[in-house]
Nanobody, 118 residues
Framework: QVQLVESGGGLVEAGGSLTLSCTAS????????MGWYRQAPGKERILVAG???????NYADSVKGRFTISRDLGWNTVYLQMNNLKPEDTAVYYC????????????WGQGTQVTVSS
């Protein structure tokens, strides 16, 4: 049984920074990829940052140059460094893990709220 727990969200002024963490527990033999998604009220849950097992990353256009995804060895924790935050970044942020037995976008944590004020 694998569980994901997000943390690090909060209230920040525009232009500020936050670092989100996602910790995985349980048995994960092989990680294909992990990613950070966000969902604002009335919006779809979208990928903002992803990283595959080889370390390649991809970002949504809206966060390129501002957000950085990283991880520790063994994929125990994945981070999302968010700089120069904007009000439109306000959302609940979720992490997601993909493995040979866990399809992408099927396993989520509870999410962490990020609110960026003007």
């Amino acid at each position: 049984q694998v569980q994901l727990v997000e943390s690090g969200g909060g209230l920040v002024e525009a232009g500020g920074s936050l670092t989100l963490s996602c910790t995985a527990s349980g048995s994960i033999d092989t990680v294909v990829a992990m990613g950070w998604y966000r969902q604002a009220p009335g919006k779809e849950r979208i990928l903002v940052a992803g990283m595959n097992a080889g370390g390649a990353t991809n970002y949504a256009d809206s966060v390129k140059g501002r957000f950085t995804i990283s991880r520790d060895l063994g994929w125990n924790t994945v981070y999302l460094q968010m700089n120069n935050l904007k009000p439109e970044d306000t959302a609940v942020y979720y992490c997601n893990i993909q493995s040979p037995v866990i399809p992408t976008r099927t396993l989520w944590g509870q999410g962490t709220q990020v609110t960026v004020s003007s």
